[in-house]
């Protein structure tokens, strides 16, 4: 079975599986970009107490997607300790598990996919002309 994001719970004889990752808050891989809800309309996106984003009668889905998105665009520009060769060496086929509910977008997702990405296999030169 493929390696899934699997939903961290505080009931009572909850453990988590053997060999699955904790990656949220305030591990490593804790996601940067958190959202924080202000009445019952408006959230925003901070990273590390810094406004990101605002977002006013919206649902709080959307703001944890466009902070999920953030941290995706952070790998993308390899910032420690995201980048793509170490999240690959240390979480490459395991579970990865997070507060985040199963039905909404948590960063888990984005670091599932970078770490059990296929990996494209070197060119191999087929007898082909050097100049």
Not at 82 to 98: F, M, P, Q, S, T
Not at 114 to 127: D, E, R, S, T, Y
């Amino acid at each position: 079975m493929s390696p899934q994001r699997i939903q961290r719970k505080r009931t009572k004889g909850w453990r988590m599986p053997e060999g699955a990752v904790y990656v949220g808050r305030p591990t490593v891989w804790g996601n940067p970009y958190r959202v924080e809800t202000v009445g019952k309309t408006t959230h925003h996106v901070m990273h590390h107490g810094w406004l990101c984003a605002t977002f006013h009668s919206r649902s709080k889905t959307e703001a944890r997607g466009d902070a999920v998105g953030r941290l995706a665009r952070l790998i993308e520009h390899h910032r420690d300790p995201w980048g793509i060769d170490r999240i690959r060496a240390e979480l490459a086929g395991k579970d990865l598990v997070c507060w985040c509910p199963l039905d909404q977008p948590c960063h888990a997702d984005v670091l599932l996919e970078i770490a059990n990405a296929a990996v494209n296999p070197p060119l191999v030169n087929q007898g082909g002309h050097h100049g």
